[in-house]
């Protein structure tokens, strides 16, 4: 098991390298230089270069890769190039609210698939069953800043319980982790109901109900536990994309996470701000698919012993 | 109406840009919260007096579409709409701006007089401290405008607002300004120059950590996009009676209105025709619509296919410029007929106005060798509100005289970098100190290179000579230069920017100069 488990942690570093290196030189090669955005479209060549001295860029490309490189075993991801700041304290700061946002939306939206998907594979076709088909077609064909604006106009605008915009504590969450949680929401309760209803149809379930094991525990304990390894596949690539930054939801919400922080980086050219943000999105998605390939290995013994 | 308002209203209509903007709000059906809010703005000198009995109280939040240029705070270096409010707001300058009217009055400047064409001499205002509790001295004063007319200095507001020139301290109260040759709008550029600490100046690596300034507002902080400001109890014409004045950065437009519609913000900038109708007859807000010098323009590089002013002038003809305005902007801009906005001192419509004429479109680029195998480049992206939509209208006119038009769509980023190498560009342009020299400057020398790839010796004799004027003579110079460029066609101008502004209507007396920053935001107060 330790040596798959440093098997993975070193193909998933060999990514992120090769994450670090595409990044570095894509920013390069898309049109946009950051002293020219920076300036005004009537900066002098004298002024444009002086930015270019303040930012590095005026180096030649393996000199900012071996600057840029060189850094980040210490953290140092450079400064970025419009805030001022080290971008490591810029991420650190915006980080915690999309973890935050991502983390309640998933929960937000694995609990609604748990009660409805399983209830609705207990009976197909029930009420909740039926519930349960019309969120997800809801879900998946309701753009999330369609409903973001929606939840918005109604609740914020109109009724004036939550904010519309920005962070002013949890109060501010609500609104769009529900927009996010209604956009993730579809594929975990197709997922979760599909995987029941194969699960509750298999013969080990059978030989439970012939021994008159109680039909909430066969469902709960022996049903639901197989069902929920494509559920955790699900969820894992859920989370490490969302932790990569709810990017719609933050600009319809001027939420201010690492999403709406990577636009503005992205718009700015800015270089190691851009970079540092894939990095860390980056890091979370492999960190995060690591940690769904043990929970196989923990839940699922035929895994272990191939792996 | 109660007399207030009437006074206020009478104000008003003598001020020709407020005139302008209003027709044009008319249009878009948002008069009644115009009405309402101009109506509730008293134009009352500033009374020292009057104002030091206040206690600052209440917080202000601005919903901005675009964030500060960067988080340093050297406003000579940076031309952003956010740059240009912490700089009223944070500083102060030898003149300023006290009522909507524009007329420039006295600020860490007591007195001033131009002595020559070349030098103004200013009496300091005794008592002026910055935020640091040091005074703002002879030597202050000297420090920023040397260090701005120095050519050498590379800051990007050399020349454009303030050309070569220095400053001579005559004794500790009194300073002479000294232009190196005349400069008719020395007294507009004072008056939007911030005067820093020589300190201040002399270690630039500050700029990056805190704006100190003498302004009414004491600037704070700016983290993740919002920066606040705070009175100044000690501002020298007495506190503002807002205590909090904070710049919010809200990228998406309708997150900006919701912000607004919910009470998150108190004004949004720079609104469009859409935000405007969302509160057409909404009794809780009123618009503002006081512009600096702007205009939307289609930027053409005056190279390649576009070198031939024939060609450029069919472009004008062929494309009708009321119809995108009314169609697409709704009518939130105004056609202009020179080459300067419609509000700039010394604007006259040119009696060739390149009117919507397909035909003549034809007959020009006929005569300019193109017969129907033109092929231009255009690149499109979202820095113009609609302006793919503005694109396409483009694009449709000019196939229509035979022109194809190759479309590439590039990320804001890109477009801001690489736009000079397109035949076709939408952008804006705006001046800083509600002068059009500041606009006439885009035409001449490496600035014309860079901007239009337009290259025409004619033009800098024609800025320098209205430079050199005063008066109505300057009006006239002014005009002279315009038409000069009008004729030559570097660009379509397709509009003026009105640049409304959404005002929650708890915000009592709350006005606008035709300037980018809110120099009158002192003045400003917030119902509890």
Request: aromatic share 8%.
């Amino acid at each position: 098991m330790l040596g798959f488990i440093l098997k993975r942690v070193f193909q998933n570093l060999l990514m992120l390298a090769a994450i670090v290196l595409a990044v570095f030189v894509l920013m390069r090669l898309t049109a946009g230089d950051p002293a020219r955005i920076k300036a005004p479209i009537f900066a002098s060549e004298d002024v444009l270069n002086q930015y270019r001295a303040q930012f590095g860029t005026d180096t030649p490309l393996p000199q900012q890769l071996k600057t840029f490189l060189s850094g980040i075993p210490r953290g140092d991801f450079g400064t970025s190039f419009r805030y001022q700041e080290p971008v490591f304290s810029l991420i650190q700061q915006r980080l915690p609210r999309t973890v935050i946002l991502a983390v309640c939306s998933l929960v937000l939206a694995v609990s609604l698939a748990l009660v409805i998907g399983v209830a609705g594979a207990r009976k197909p076709y029930g009420w909740l069953d039926r519930l349960g088909l019309a969120l997800s077609a809801f879900g998946q064909s309701a753009p999330t800043f369609w409903v973001g604006l929606m939840l918005v106009l109604v609740f914020s605008v109109q009724l004036g319980w939550f904010p519309a915009v920005g962070f002013e504590g949890p109060i501010s969450l609500l609104l769009p982790t529900i927009a996010v949680a209604l956009a993730v929401l579809p594929t975990d309760l197709r997922v979760i109901r599909t995987a029941m209803l194969e699960s509750l149809g298999q013969d080990y379930i059978r030989t439970a109900k012939a021994f008159g094991i109680p039909d909430r525990k066969i469902t709960y304990q022996y049903a639901l536990r197989n069902a929920a390894l494509p559920l955790i596949t699900v969820v894992g690539i859920d989370l490490g994309y969302l932790l990569g930054g709810t990017i719609v939801t933050e600009v319809v919400f001027n939420y201010p996470g690492l999403g709406q922080l990577a636009i503005d980086a992205v718009n700015a050219r800015d270089y190691p701000l851009v970079q540092a943000i894939t990095i860390v999105t980056a890091a979370i998605f492999v960190f995060v698919n690591l940690v769904v390939d043990l929970l196989y290995m923990v839940l699922d013994p035929r895994i272990r012993i191939s792996g | 109406m109660d007399r207030r308002k009437e006074q206020g209203l009478d104000r008003i209509r003598s001020v020709a840009e407020a005139e302008v903007s209003r027709r044009a709000l008319l249009k878009t059906g948002a008069a009644a919260g115009v009405s309402i809010g101009i109506g509730s703005w008293m134009l009352r000198g500033f009374s020292s007096a009057a104002a030091q009995g206040n206690v600052p109280t209440g917080t202000v939040v601005v919903g901005n579409a675009e964030p500060p240029t960067s988080a340093q705070w050297d406003s000579y270096s940076v031309f952003g709409l956010v740059d240009a409010q912490v700089a009223s707001l944070v500083h102060d300058s030898l003149l300023g701006y006290d009522a909507t009217d524009a007329t420039i009055v006295g600020h860490l400047a007591s007195e001033w007089e131009l002595v020559s064409p070349t030098t103004t001499k200013l009496t300091l205002r005794e008592g002026v401290k910055f935020h640091d509790g040091s005074p703002v001295t002879a030597e202050d004063v000297k420090a920023t405008i040397d260090r701005i007319g120095n050519p050498e200095s590379g800051l990007a507001w050399h020349n454009l607002i303030f050309p070569e020139g220095s400053c001579n301290i005559i004794d500790e109260k009194t300073v002479e300004v000294v232009t190196a040759k005349p400069f008719g709008p020395i007294e507009k550029a004072l008056a939007v120059m911030p005067i820093f600490p020589a300190s201040e100046i002399a270690t630039p690596e500050n700029f990056t950590k805190q704006a100190i300034g003498a302004g009414p507002f004491k600037f704070v902080s700016y983290t993740e996009n919002k920066i606040t400001v705070e009175a100044n109890p000690d501002y020298w014409a007495g506190p503002p009676k807002l205590q909090t004045v904070v710049l919010d950065y809200i990228q998406d437009a309708n997150a900006r209105v919701s912000a607004l519609l919910s009470g998150q913000c108190d004004i949004i900038t720079r609104c469009s025709a859409e935000q405007l109708a969302r509160v057409e007859g909404d009794a809780n807000f009123y618009v503002v619509d006081v512009p600096p010098l702007t205009q939307v323009l289609c930027i053409y590089q005056s190279n390649g296919n576009l070198a031939k002013k024939e060609t450029r002038q069919a472009l004008g003809y062929a494309i009708d410029r009321q119809g995108i305005v009314d169609a697409i902007m709704e009518g939130v801009g105004k056609v202009p007929y020179s080459s300067i906005a419609t509000n700039a001192p010394g604007y006259e419509e040119q009696p060739e106005r390149f009117e919507y004429n397909p035909e003549k479109a034809k007959e020009l680029l006929a005569a300019a060798g193109y017969d129907g195998n033109l092929t231009l480049t255009m690149a499109t992206t979202s820095l113009v509100p609609k302006q793919k939509e503005i694109d396409q209208a483009i694009v449709q006119f000019l196939q229509d005289v035979g022109i194809t038009v190759d479309v590439t769509t590039l990320e804001v980023g890109a477009y801001r970098t690489s736009y000079n190498q397109y035949d076709l560009t939408l952008n804006t342009l705006a001046s800083f100190d509600y002068d059009p020299d500041f606009i006439l400057g885009f035409y001449a020398g490496p600035t014309a290179e860079a901007v239009f790839h337009l290259n025409d010796p004619a033009i800098a004799p024609l800025i320098e000579a209205q430079r050199a004027a005063q008066g109505e003579e300057r009006l006239a110079k002014i005009n002279e230069c315009a038409a000069y460029i009008w004729d030559l066609q570097p660009a379509l101008y397709l509009s003026d920017e009105l640049w409304p502004f959404i005002v929650s209507s708890k915000v009592q007396d709350y006005g606008r100069v035709p300037l980018v920053g809110e120099p009158l935001m002192r003045m400003a107060m917030k119902q509890a």
